[in-house]
């Protein structure tokens, strides 16, 4: 037998008035028992036998089945008829479409950037992909505001700088050669190479491998800099989390406490935008 239902509304008019704080408001005990297994289907991504798919949920097989049959009504759940597993069905992929496309990048990550900001007492730059190169989109400052030249709006360069980097590290190289000739003949005129050079090649990589870039006193002297990539559900950048402190404050060490901070925030957003496998080192 499903549980029964509970419902409930929000907030009285008196909580808003006064703005206490409101009750936890109650929802339908049924549904919320009901997603158990859809979370088991989601987080082990493959068919599954009913008494894993009970296991998992932690519950009894015979009172996950009920659900099962429901959301197989309902376009959620199909199951295989030759093993008789289940799996998330079309409509389930419908829902994560619609989800996916509602998302919006810098909403998702500016929550974050503003908490990041807060807890480390740092500047926190999100930057995105424009026609330009990288482009500046949204700055969180400390109390006590570090002065460096960026503001909203700001172009930074592909490799003079380490929000630049994390970029051409993670994006398709004929788009990131395209970008550095035109840097290049903005700035100081004809052809450049140096896209090819070992010592850049070098440090694309060990972005990579470390999953973040680092900067002591540069692009500015003095100035120390973080940046960790956020991607979305195809595995493509969506923008950059930097982080900028200055040197003999922020300890710019990629696994160190900002380190690590700046990595999790960052990966947070990768998650709210449906990115598959984790950045945490």
């Given at each position: 037998?499903?549980?029964?239902?509970?419902?409930?509304?929000?907030?009285?008019?008196?909580?808003?008035?006064?703005?206490?704080?409101?009750?936890?408001q109650?929802?339908?005990?049924?549904?919320?028992?009901?997603?158990?297994?859809?979370?088991?289907?989601?987080?082990?991504?493959?068919?599954?036998?009913?008494?894993?798919?009970?296991?998992?949920?932690?519950?009894?097989?015979?009172?996950?089945?009920?659900?099962?049959?429901?959301?197989?009504?309902?376009?959620?759940?199909?199951?295989?008829?030759?093993t008789?597993?289940?799996e998330?069905?079309?409509?389930a992929?419908?829902?994560?479409?619609?989800?996916?496309?509602?998302?919006?990048?810098?909403?998702?990550?500016?929550?974050?950037?503003?908490?990041?900001?807060?807890?480390?007492?740092?500047?926190?730059?999100?930057?995105?992909?424009?026609?330009?190169?990288?482009?500046?989109?949204?700055?969180?400052?400390p109390?006590?505001?570090?002065?460096?030249?960026?503001?909203?709006?700001?172009?930074?360069?592909?490799?003079?700088t380490?929000?630049?980097?994390?970029?051409?590290?993670?994006?398709?190289?004929k788009?990131?050669?395209s970008?550095?000739?035109?840097?290049?003949?903005?700035?100081?005129?004809?052809?450049s190479a140096?896209?090819?050079?070992?010592?850049?090649?070098?440090?694309?990589?060990?972005?990579?491998?470390?999953?973040?870039?680092?900067?002591?006193?540069?692009?500015?002297?003095?100035v120390?800099?973080?940046?960790a990539?956020?991607?979305?559900?195809?595995?493509?950048?969506?923008?950059?989390?930097?982080?900028?402190?200055?040197?003999?404050?922020?300890?710019?060490?990629?696994?160190?406490?900002?380190?690590?901070?700046?990595?999790?925030?960052?990966?947070?957003?990768?998650?709210?935008?449906?990115?598959?496998?984790?950045?945490?080192?």
């Open positions: 037998m499903l549980e029964s239902d509970e419902t409930g509304g929000g907030p009285s008019p008196g909580e808003e008035a006064t703005g206490a704080t409101p009750r936890r109650r929802g339908i005990q049924s549904i919320e028992v009901g997603m158990r297994v859809l979370q088991a289907l989601t987080e082990q991504r493959r068919p599954l036998p009913l008494k894993d798919i009970g296991r998992l949920a932690h519950m009894a097989p015979a009172k996950a089945h009920p659900y099962l049959v429901s959301f197989m009504q309902g376009g959620l759940v199909k199951r295989n008829p030759l008789g597993h289940y998330l069905g079309p409509g992929l419908q829902l994560g479409l619609a989800a996916l496309q509602q998302l919006d990048p810098l909403t998702e990550a500016s929550q974050e950037a503003a908490q990041l900001a807060a807890a480390s007492d740092l500047s926190i730059a999100l930057a995105v992909w424009g026609q330009l190169g990288p482009t500046v989109v949204r700055l969180d400052e109390r006590y505001p570090l002065h460096v030249n960026l503001r909203v709006g700001t172009v930074m360069s592909l490799f003079n380490i929000t630049g980097r994390v970029f051409a590290a993670y994006l398709p190289e788009m990131v050669r970008m550095l000739e035109d840097e290049h003949r903005r700035v100081v005129g004809g052809a140096s896209f090819d050079a070992p010592e850049v090649q070098a440090l694309l990589t060990e972005i990579r491998v470390t999953g973040m870039g680092r900067g002591l006193s540069m692009p500015q002297p003095g120390n800099t973080l940046c990539p956020v991607f979305d559900a195809a595995g493509q950048i969506a923008l950059v989390m930097t982080m900028i402190g200055p040197h003999g404050v922020f300890d710019a060490d990629i696994d160190g406490a900002a380190g690590r901070m700046l990595r999790e925030h960052a990966a947070n957003v990768s998650r709210r935008l449906g990115h598959g496998r984790s950045l945490a080192r």
